[in-house]
């Protein structure tokens, strides 16, 4: 079971680019990393996923080095409405007869300023 | 496209009841998830089903059940209830497993279960 570390807050100013990073030592062969945002009283939403090297999309980018051992996900020009709880999720995709738990790390609080 | 809807919104009980939550995933998903997330904790899994069995368990005593029904939609029974299951009760549902390479979850809005 990969256990995540992330940091518990982070602060930054609108236009600012946010990158966060979370530890994933124990990650397995054929665990994603998925990367959620959560406004209070809301469900989480996907932001993105990836298994290697770099992705990117309209929101976020994420990028994952070589031992895979962590992730840094990074979004840019942040505004307020980006104030929010960032969760990394480090999982198995069902992609095949084995299943792994979906385990979410404690949470990044952002925090943007005016 | 409609998103993933829970029932009810809020739910009293006391504690030794039964609570009821039920979820109904997005069209065409047939994998269903629960999660607890207690004030001030991370989500915490519960449960996962796909195709109408249950494939993964979360770190939760057996009080915490749950069922998928043919038509994909899902029930969390909690028996027992104690005062630390109070928390907001968390579905979400993904395509089929074995449809895409990504497991991408879409939230509902989730169930208040607060127990007196």
């Given at each position: 079971l990969a256990k995540t570390t992330q940091p518990i807050s982070m602060d930054s100013y609108e236009g600012q680019e946010v990158n966060i990073t979370c530890s994933h030592n124990n990650i397995a062969t054929n665990d994603y990393i998925t990367w959620y945002q959560q406004f209070p009283s809301q469900g989480p939403r996907f932001i993105i996923q990836g298994y290697k090297t770099k992705v990117t999309n309209e929101v976020a980018s994420l990028f994952i080095p070589a031992d895979r051992k962590s992730s840094t996900l990074s979004l840019p020009r942040v505004s307020l409405s980006d104030t929010a709880v960032y969760y990394c999720l480090v999982g198995v995709n069902a992609g095949g007869t084995s299943y792994g738990k979906l385990t979410f790390g404690q949470g990044t609080i952002l925090t943007v300023h005016p | 496209e409609a998103g993933v809807t829970q029932s009810p919104t809020h739910l009293i009980k006391t504690r030794g009841q039964q609570a009821t939550l039920r979820c109904s995933p997005i069209s065409g998903h047939t994998s269903v998830y629960w999660y607890q997330q207690a004030l001030g904790l991370g989500l915490q899994f519960l449960l996962w089903y796909d195709e109408g069995e249950e494939r993964n368990r979360g770190n939760f005593p057996p009080r915490f059940s749950g069922r998928q029904f043919p038509n994909y939609s899902s029930e969390l029974n909690v028996n027992a209830l104690e005062l630390e299951d109070s928390a907001l009760y968390l579905c979400a549902s993904s395509r089929?497993?074995?449809?895409?390479?990504y497991n991408e979850q879409f939230f509902g809005p989730g169930t208040r279960l607060t127990v007196l």
């Open positions: - | 089929p497993t074995s449809f895409s390479s």
